[in-house]
T-cell receptor
Framework: GQQLNQSPQSMFIQEGEDVSMNCTSS?????WLWYKQEPGEGPVLLIA?????ELTSNGRLTAQFGITRKDSFLNISASIPSDVGIYFC????????????FGKGTKLSVKP | DAGVIQSPRHEVTEMGQEVTLRCKPI?????LFWYRQTMMRGLELLIY????????DSGMPEDRFSAKMPNASFSTLKIQPSEPRDSAVYFC???????????FGSGTQLSVL
């Protein structure tokens, strides 16, 4: 079945540093999504990508839809303490509008 | 809008008991999803509805799990009988555009002892 490999599993960085995480798969996806989850809450959508090669920004966050449609990455520039949380990639595949799978997440810790 | 509302936030029950989780989607959203989150398996889709009709329930673990959506503003996920391995956080999410742009509730933390 479909599977997303997200890396790294966790990151410990200093405030002000840039962060990069990625998601890969052996399967092709129609849409890539990046979510952030904070403790005790559900995931919140950060960025949606719809076309191969697309590069989209949301404030300090930048994400790209890989050319092969099998990967995506998320960058966070100049991290701040409130960036702490778990970041999930997710991919939409196939024809059904419910076909969405999530990566296992990257846990980000930011030291002030 | 208040967002997706789930209840209860926490549920502790004993093995064998029936558990009912509730969800109120965002008004106007035609899609409703139930997900389960565990450390081992991450976020797993259990079932989703479109216009109150179940479309894909292939993620429902077994017959002990059932979900209903009697109207556009309410859905339930029931586990009967519950087992310790059902312990997880259960999320409800709704959207206008299928699996894209899901809005998640705050989840129900279920502990089955």
């Amino acid at each position: 079945g479909q599977q997303l490999n997200q890396s790294p599993q966790s990151m410990f960085i200093q405030e002000g540093e840039d962060v990069s995480m990625n998601c890969t798969s052996s399967s092709i996806f129609n849409t890539w999504l990046w979510y952030k989850q904070e403790p005790g809450e559900g995931p919140v959508l950060l960025i949606a990508l719809y076309k191969a090669g697309e590069l989209t920004s949301n404030g300090r966050l930048t994400a790209q839809f890989g050319i092969t449609r099998k990967d995506s990455f998320l960058n966070i520039s100049a991290s701040i303490p409130s960036d702490v949380g778990i970041y999930f990639c997710a991919g939409v595949y196939g024809g059904s509008q419910g076909n969405l799978i999530f990566g296992k997440g990257t846990k980000l810790s930011v030291k002030p | 809008d208040a967002g997706v509302i789930q209840s209860p936030r926490h549920e502790v029950t004993e093995m064998g008991q029936e558990v009912t989780l509730r969800c109120k989607p965002i008004s106007g959203h035609d899609y409703l999803f139930w997900y389960r989150q565990t450390m081992m398996r991450g976020l797993e889709l259990l079932i989703y509805f479109n216009n109150n009709v179940p479309i894909d329930d292939s993620g429902m673990p077994e017959d002990r799990f059932s979900a209903k959506m009697p109207n556009a503003s309410f859905s339930t996920l029931k586990i009967q009988p519950s087992e310790p391995r059902d312990s997880a956080v259960y999320f409800c999410a709704s959207s206008l555009y299928g699996a894209e742009k899901l809005f998640f509730g705050s989840g129900t933390q279920l502990s089955v002892l």
